[in-house]
């Protein structure tokens, strides 16, 4: 910890995807990830799934027991907009980082090119170009219909200079022992793109930062029901005008809003972010180091 450089510059960026439209939110990906040149940020962070989009409301035909035909257009649809690892469309995304010397995470629904099964992913580039996927370990509700469970990449974590940063997705924060998990690999940053625009996610978040001794970056976003492709088979008149009302926000390592939440609009929020308060943070509570009792409890992690 004594290593870590003192201070990351972040740029959250809290935007609307272009739904179902793979392309048309790369494009507004790299325009967003330009705009933040001019402040020079070391991390830029994106909201889950920002490509193609969170279907919010939609349920694809899906009953039980049951499936309509026109909800399963639906999902092809969605399904032809989803990202191949290391395919065009994901190397652009790796270029960005490479030419800004920036680290770069953002959310994609993520076509695994052998099985063809879709994944909830959050992919970490690196200014190098390297990079490593996390996949949302157990898709929330009725997520299930259109991600499967996580069959690899369990808790990648990226080194950086400022510490190790790791992501879980929406409600995989919910999950104490996949926080446990990271917390054991020493993160510093904790990222959460998420679709939670509730007031007790905000209670949720203080927590974590302060359990985990955590810088937690929390990325929502913006989404309206105009935004919605007007041809779906799907009938979504009944979703309210804003869908997804964001509230981004930054919290540090005591429990406290470094950037307070934004909520109903889109915003790129910057932070500069003292790495200094994660270690002083532990000098009473260090949940994996001189407040646990790794003699007592003991978490085991199947790596994939």
């Given at each position: 910890?004594?290593?870590?450089?003192?201070?990351?510059?972040?740029?959250?960026?809290?935007?609307?995807?272009?739904?179902?439209?793979?392309k048309a939110c790369i494009d507004k990906a790299i325009s967003l990830i330009n705009e933040?040149?001019?402040?020079?940020?070391?991390?830029?962070?994106?909201?889950?799934?920002?490509?193609?989009?969170?279907?919010?409301?939609?349920?694809?035909?899906?009953?039980?027991?049951?499936?309509?035909?026109?909800?399963?257009?639906?999902?092809?649809?969605?399904?032809?907009?989803?990202?191949?690892?290391?395919?065009?469309?994901?190397?652009?995304?790796?270029?960005?980082?490479?030419?800004?010397?920036?680290?770069?995470?953002?959310?994609?629904?993520?076509?695994?090119?052998?099985?063809?099964?879709?994944?909830?992913?959050?992919?970490?580039?690196?200014?190098?170009?390297?990079?490593?996927?996390?996949?949302?370990?157990?898709?929330?509700?009725?997520?299930?219909?259109?991600?499967?469970?996580?069959?690899?990449?369990?808790?990648?974590?990226?080194?950086?200079?400022?510490?190790?940063?790791?992501?879980?997705?929406?409600?995989?924060?919910?999950?104490?022992?996949?926080?446990?998990?990271?917390?054991?690999?020493?993160?510093?940053?904790?990222?959460?793109?998420?679709?939670?625009?509730?007031?007790?996610?905000?209670?949720?978040?203080?927590?974590?930062?302060?359990?985990?001794?955590?810088?937690?970056?929390?990325?929502?976003?913006?989404?309206?029901?105009?935004?919605?492709?007007?041809?779906?088979?799907?009938?979504?008149?009944?979703?309210?005008?804003?869908?997804?009302?964001?509230?981004?926000?930054?919290?540090?390592?005591?429990?406290?809003?470094?950037?307070?939440?934004?909520?109903?609009?889109?915003k790129i929020i910057y932070a500069n972010i003292d790495m200094d308060l994660v270690v002083?943070?532990k000098m009473e509570h260090d949940p994996i180091g001189h407040y646990a009792r790794n003699?007592?409890?003991?978490?085991?992690?199947?790596?994939?």
């Amino acid at each position: 910890m004594i290593d870590l450089k003192n201070n990351l510059k972040l740029a959250l960026v809290q935007a609307e995807p272009i739904l179902f439209d793979k392309k048309a939110c790369i494009d507004k990906a790299i325009s967003l990830i330009n705009e933040t040149k001019k402040e020079n940020p070391n991390l830029i962070v994106f909201p889950e799934l920002f490509i193609p989009g969170y279907p919010v409301g939609m349920n694809f035909g899906f009953s039980v027991g049951k499936r309509d035909e026109n909800g399963r257009e639906d999902w092809l649809r969605y399904y032809k907009e989803s990202i191949v690892e290391g395919d065009e469309d994901f190397l652009k995304l790796k270029k960005c980082a490479i030419d800004l010397k920036s680290y770069l995470s953002i959310g994609f629904s993520e076509r695994d090119k052998i099985s063809g099964s879709l994944y909830n992913s959050n992919v970490i580039f690196e200014p190098d170009g390297s990079y490593k996927i996390h996949r949302k370990l157990k898709p929330t509700g009725s997520e299930r219909v259109v991600w499967a469970d996580a069959d690899k990449n369990y808790f990648p974590v990226t080194k950086s200079p400022w510490g190790n940063m790791g992501s879980l997705i929406c409600w995989e924060s919910y999950m104490p022992l996949a926080r446990v998990a990271l917390y054991q690999k020493g993160i510093t940053i904790y990222i959460s793109p998420n679709t939670n625009d509730n007031s007790e996610w905000q209670d949720t978040i203080k927590h974590i930062a302060i359990e985990g001794k955590c810088y937690f970056i929390n990325s929502d976003m913006i989404i309206k029901k105009s935004s919605y492709p007007k041809n779906l088979k799907e009938n979504i008149s009944h979703l309210p005008d804003l869908v997804c009302k964001g509230g981004s926000c930054v919290i540090d390592p005591f429990g406290h809003y470094l950037t307070k939440p934004v909520w109903d609009k889109e915003k790129i929020i910057y932070a500069n972010i003292d790495m200094d308060l994660v270690v002083s943070s532990k000098m009473e509570h260090d949940p994996i180091g001189h407040y646990a009792r790794n003699d007592v409890l003991d978490l085991k992690i199947t790596e994939k």
